[in-house]
C-alpha cells in the first residue's frame, strides 16, 4: 500500500544532532524526487530540503543551509535527513514526500530542540 513513515524524531538540546529517516512503499521512490518538510506551531507546512532521483540534485531552504544533510537509499525505498548544529528554531513536525506529486503525508516525526 501506499505508505510514508518517518521516524527518528526526539528532544535534543542545541547544537544536538539527529538523523531522521522516511521509509516508502508502494509510491515509486526511486523515480521521484523526495523532499522533507517541516510544520512549527502555528505555521503553515515548510520545505526544507529536495533530492533529485539519483541524489544529485539537491537544495536546501537558506534557513538549514550547511547544518542538514539530505540523502537517499533507492535501494531501501529510504530518505534521510541529517541535522547537525539544530536549533530552537528547527523545532517542528517534520514530513517527507514526493517533491512534484505529493501523496497522502504520513505522521511526520517530532522534533524539538530546547535546553
Known amino acids: 500500500q501506499v505508505q510514508l513513515v518517518e521516524s527518528g524524531g526526539g528532544l535534543v538540546q542545541p547544537g544536538g544532532s539527529l538523523r531522521l529517516s522516511c521509509a516508502a512503499s508502494?509510491?515509486?521512490?526511486?523515480?521521484?524526487?523526495m523532499a522533507w518538510y517541516r510544520q512549527a506551531p502555528g505555521k503553515q507546512r515548510a520545505l526544507v530540503a529536495e533530492?533529485?532521483?539519483?541524489?544529485?540534485?539537491?537544495n536546501y531552504a537558506d534557513s538549514v543551509k550547511g547544518r542538514f544533510t539530505i540523502s537517499r537509499d533507492n535501494a531501501k525505498n529510504t530518505l534521510y535527513l541529517q541535522m547537525n548544529s539544530l536549533k530552537p528554531e528547527d523545532t517542528a513536525v517534520y514530513y517527507c514526500?514526493?517533491?512534484?506529486?505529493?501523496?497522502?503525508w504520513g505522521q511526520g516525526t517530532q522534533v524539538t530542540v530546547s535546553s
Open positions: 514526500n514526493r517533491r512534484f506529486a505529493p501523496i497522502v
Open positions: 508502494g509510491i515509486g521512490f526511486s523515480n521521484y524526487y
Open positions: 533530492i533529485s532521483t539519483g541524489g544529485t540534485v539537491i
